[in-house]
């Protein structure tokens, strides 16, 4: 493995199966570099397989036991990778998002895995963040929206600003997503009840 970028000299690391052998002084960038490289091939090689043991199913009645005899893996592991990887065409795989973002939608419509996917991919969810915002989605029956079909532009003065993003960090998520979460709350709650007093006050803090 030779990682070579602007401004870092070629680093070179022995690779064997069960270790990874680094030379006595590697740069920080360099180090960075191989560990994205790493990940990069870690997660490439689920797709890798998803697409191997495809091919293998339409050719070898017995794919799956080949499939398990040749790279020790369970058979559960193949099978839900070649399910993955028979959802989403080579065209409609993300390469800035994992194999297991993919994963977290594969059940859904081919319309739904877009617009989650481009949600993931604007917000910089991590799968664990998809995961939890399809979940609520389900549980409020909202259904997910193009979010390139509207765009809006909210002013306010700095402290309050301040105290939102405190509430978002606290919550653990982006202010965007905080900011939408409040006022989808604020909204079924208004639909629901048909009366907005102190929701605001006690949800979006002023």
Not at 130 to 144: P, Q
Not at 163 to 170: I, K, L
């Amino acid at each position: 493995m030779n990682v070579r970028r602007p401004g870092v000299s070629s680093v070179k690391v022995q690779k064997k199966r069960t270790s990874l052998t680094f030379p006595r002084a590697v740069p920080l960038e360099a180090w960075i570099s191989i560990g994205v490289e790493i990940f990069s091939i870690t997660d490439a090689s689920s797709w890798w397989l998803g697409d191997w043991l495809i091919y293998g199913q339409n050719r070898y009645p017995d794919r799956y036991k080949r499939a398990i005899e040749a790279s020790s893996l369970h058979y559960k592991t193949l099978r839900n990778y070649a399910w993955v990887a028979r959802r989403f065409d080579v065209s409609r795989r993300r390469d800035t998002l994992s194999m297991q973002h993919h994963a977290e939608v594969a059940a859904l419509t081919e319309e739904e895995q877009e617009l989650w996917l481009d949600r993931a991919e604007q917000e910089g969810w991590s799968v664990t963040e998809l995961r939890r915002n399809i979940k609520e989605s389900k549980a409020t029956g909202d259904r997910i929206q193009d979010v390139t079909a509207a765009t809006v532009t909210l002013k306010a003065p700095a402290e309050r600003m301040r105290r939102w993003e405190q509430a978002a960090s606290r919550a653990g998520t982006s202010l965007d997503e905080w900011i939408q979460r409040v006022l989808d709350r604020e909204a079924v709650e208004l639909l629901q009840h048909g009366d907005l007093v102190g929701v605001g006050q006690r949800h979006l803090p002023l």
